[in-house]
């Protein structure tokens, strides 16, 4: 069986979807002129680079355990293969970060 709402669910129900719609402004609001409109193609050679330090970290590891006969990295390779691993890692964050701002709405898309 299903209980109604209590007026206090309802008004915090409401209250969230008002603070939802807020947030959602504001961040249209702040971040849109930020960003010039976007397309495939202008999206498109930021997943690249995504892709390519990707690799480029992967590579990397395989490179520099190539480089040592036991196996293990020692600390200047291990240092060396953490600055690809945050290149990456940064790339990767703001890859996704441009992604949620697109499926909230913040951005402006153009269309064909």
């Known amino acids: 069986m299903e209980r109604d709402m209590s007026n206090t669910e309802i008004k915090a129900k409401k209250f ?3 603070q939802e719609e807020a947030i959602r ?4 609001e702040v971040i849109n002129p930020m960003v010039p409109a976007l397309s495939i193609d ?3 050679p930021v997943a690249v680079n995504v892709a390519k330090l990707r690799g480029r970290y992967i590579a990397a590891m395989f490179d520099l355990l190539g480089e040592d006969s036991t196996g293990t990295l020692d600390d200047n390779q291990t240092e060396s293969l953490r600055v690809f ?3 990456y890692e940064e790339s990767l ?3 996704r970060t441009m ?5 909230r ?5 153009e269309t064909s």
């Open 16 to 18: 969230l979807k008002l």
């Open 25 to 28: 402004q504001a961040n249209l």
């Open 42 to 44: 202008k999206i498109l």
């Open 85 to 87: 691993r945050l290149a």
């Open 93 to 95: 964050a703001a890859y």
């Open 99 to 103: 992604e949620h701002a697109i499926d």
């Open 105 to 109: 709405g913040y951005l402006t898309l």
